[in-house]
């Protein structure tokens, strides 16, 4: 049975930082990525990695602040979120792909977790 768990949401000022975990199993995996979905916004890319290559992704709005890395020994990623802005503010949700040919697109990814809130205080 494949599960994808996320943790580590929460409230934060602006300015602050929060580190998102996820850890999938059930599966060979090639790749983990995240995604968020604001209030009354379509759900959007925010970063993955890809295991093969080592390759990773960022969406424009949060490179340089964001940072995700993976547990090698396992099937589990982080995302490092500093200098959060209130636009950051998401349920953010993990996703993990047996193929990781177009790692920003949600198609790619057939396993999800059930999301973790994220709110960035002005």
């Known amino acids: 049975q494949v599960q994808v768990v996320e943790s580590g949401g929460g409230l934060v000022q602006a300015g602050g930082s929060l580190r998102l975990s996820c850890a999938a199993s059930g599966r060979t995996f090639r790749a983990m990525g995240w995604f968020r979905q604001a209030p009354g916004k379509e759900r959007e890319f925010v970063a993955a990695?890809?295991?093969?290559?080592?390759?990773?992704v960022y969406a424009d709005s949060v490179k340089g602040r964001f940072t995700v890395s993976r547990d090698n020994a396992e099937n589990t990623i982080y995302l490092q979120m500093n200098s959060l802005k209130p636009e950051d503010t998401a349920v953010y949700y993990c996703a993990a792909a047996i193929v990781a040919a177009d790692l920003p697109s949600d198609y790619e990814y057939g396993y999800w977790g059930q999301g973790t809130q994220v709110t960035v205080s002005s």
């Open positions: 990695r890809g295991w093969t290559a080592g390759s990773t």
